[in-house]
């Protein structure tokens, strides 16, 4: 039966909307704004080693201090994706987000009085305390709304992630603008300003329900379960989505949410986690990073100066931003598959042309626009496929009991990788030059095969829908039905 509303209600919206400028708009906003102070935060380092010692700061622990403070982000978000799932399971998707805006006011305040106080550590503490509420932000805000959505607009609605971050990548340009918070007079501001989002989430969200699945599935709450759906859906058609809960409470029959660890023992999820493990490392290493290592060398090569290049960039971060919206609105249309093999296929094509027009860079007067318009493409591509679809996807391949856990999984390879890629990847450019893009290439091929061979089409579809897809490939395609049977009446009644 096809739904009459093919939009979201204005509650369901709204909720979106609240959920996303404390989750991953902080993740997007907190990335983009520590590039602009760069030189600002050296000098502030300076100055505060040579009050505090009596001696000038060597440029090798300057460089380490930085280090520091710039990949000190990656470890509080991995330490948040760790904790993340524990606490949407213990506080409610809706309460561990609102705890987590917290977290965000403190590392706000930290980073605001590092400089007048002359305590470098502050900074280091507030960035490690903001890395990890973007690692919660991330790992629940999917969670949330994945398990509001109905099924018919659940694509589209789950894009309000990456909607949110690329949003958040934008603003964080803007701001970080010399003209606004840049300058050398407010960048300690331009670092706090993380407060605004989190007391935006603190105003706006506890207006909204609880994620009706959570209420009813892990609390055992139908009637809170039923209001909530109706303010989602409106009084007329929440009955669907309630009976749809339902199901999937029956099917788990009272099983409890599990662990990270009891993911990687559950036959019946083995595909499942193989896939979000695969995608989560394939977006990390895309090649997504290296296209903004050369984005201001190959703009400086088309002739812009120096002075205009951040304008420039921030063309980068709206191709982001658009491409977000353009692929929620197609997701539910054109559905999953078709998205995000396409995204890689197409960044496969942008990796040739990008180590062709690179190596031809000072040849002709006119490859350096080729490699201007190759890093557009490879970013427009890049978030009409495995920038969007690849957190919706990790919503839709688990059930309730194992969607929390999946999502510390997903998190955790996904930092990891950030993380790495960070660390490795100066020296793969240093080896390799643009011949790095030759390795992304190569993987950006296989994780579309990858999806091509493996991941079925989730669009409309029920998450127990979804599980049934996956069964032949965890029990293999000539498993006897009653050794499934076995299998699964054994998974439902454990007690963990």
Avoid at 397 to 415: D, E, K, V
Wanted: net charge positive; proline share 4%; charged share 15%.
């Amino acid at each position: 039966m096809t739904p009459k509303h093919k939009f979201p209600s204005w509650t369901l919206f709204l909720a979106v909307c609240a959920v996303g400028i404390g989750g991953t708009f902080q993740y997007g906003y907190n990335v983009s704004i520590i590039n602009a102070p760069t030189q600002h935060i050296h000098k502030f380092l300076n100055e505060t080693w040579t009050s505090r010692y009596h001696k000038e700061l060597n440029p090798e622990l300057l460089t380490f201090l930085w280090s520091v403070i710039a990949s000190i982000f990656s470890l509080g978000g991995l330490c948040g994706a760790l904790i993340g799932g524990s606490m949407a399971i213990r506080l409610g998707r809706k309460g561990a987000l609102l705890m987590n805006n917290i977290i965000a006011i403190l590392a706000s305040i930290l980073m605001g009085i590092s400089f007048p106080t002359g305590l470098f550590e502050l900074l280091i503490a507030g960035r490690f305390l903001i890395g990890i509420n973007s690692g919660i932000g991330i790992c629940v805000q999917p969670l949330y709304i994945g398990e509001v959505a109905p099924k018919h607009l659940r694509g589209g609605m789950a894009m309000g992630s990456s909607i949110f971050l690329t949003g958040g990548i934008l603003t964080g340009q803007i701001i970080g603008l010399r003209e606004l918070l840049g300058g050398e007079t407010y960048w300690p501001l331009l670092l706090s300003s993380s407060c605004f989002p989190a007391f935006a989430q603190l105003l706006f969200l506890p207006w909204f329900p609880e994620s009706p699945r959570y209420l009813l599935i892990d609390r055992g709450d139908e009637l809170s379960c039923a209001k909530a759906l109706k303010r989602f859906h409106g009084s007329s058609e929440y009955r669907r989505e309630m009976e749809d809960i339902q199901q999937e409470c029956f099917a788990l029959d009272g099983e409890k949410p599990k662990k990270p660890w009891q993911l990687f023992t559950d036959r019946g999820v083995r595909w499942q986690l193989i896939t979000v493990i695969v995608m989560t490392m394939g977006q990390q290493l895309s090649g997504i990073n290296a296209i903004y290592f050369y984005a201001t060398y190959i703009f400086e090569q088309a002739g812009i100066s120096a002075e205009k290049i951040p304008y420039v960039t921030l063309g980068t971060g709206a191709c982001e931003c658009l491409t977000a919206l353009t692929c929620g609105l197609l997701i539910d249309y054109v559905g999953r598959r078709y998205l995000i093999i396409g995204g890689y296929l197409l960044m496969t094509l942008w990796s040739i042309v990008l180590t062709f027009s690179l190596t031809y860079q000072e040849l002709y007067s006119w490859v350096p626009y080729v490699s201007m318009t190759s890093i557009f493409a490879f970013i427009l591509s890049f978030g009409l496929g495995p920038g969007g679809i690849t957190n919706t996807l990790t919503a839709e391949l688990f059930i309730q009991s194992s969607r929390p856990a999946a999502y510390m999984i997903g998190g955790t390879i996904s930092w990891i990788s950030f993380f790495t890629i960070g660390m490795l990847f100066p020296f793969i450019v240093n080896g390799l030059k643009q011949y790095c893009f030759l390795v992304f290439l190569l993987e950006c091929s296989l994780v579309a095969a990858f999806i091509f061979l493996i991941i079925p089409e989730t669009k409309n579809k029920s998450f127990l829908e979804i599980k049934k897809e996956f069964h032949k490939l965890n029990f293999g395609r000539n498993t006897k039905k009653k050794e499934t049977e076995l299998y699964e009446r054994r998974q439902l009644h454990d007690e963990f």
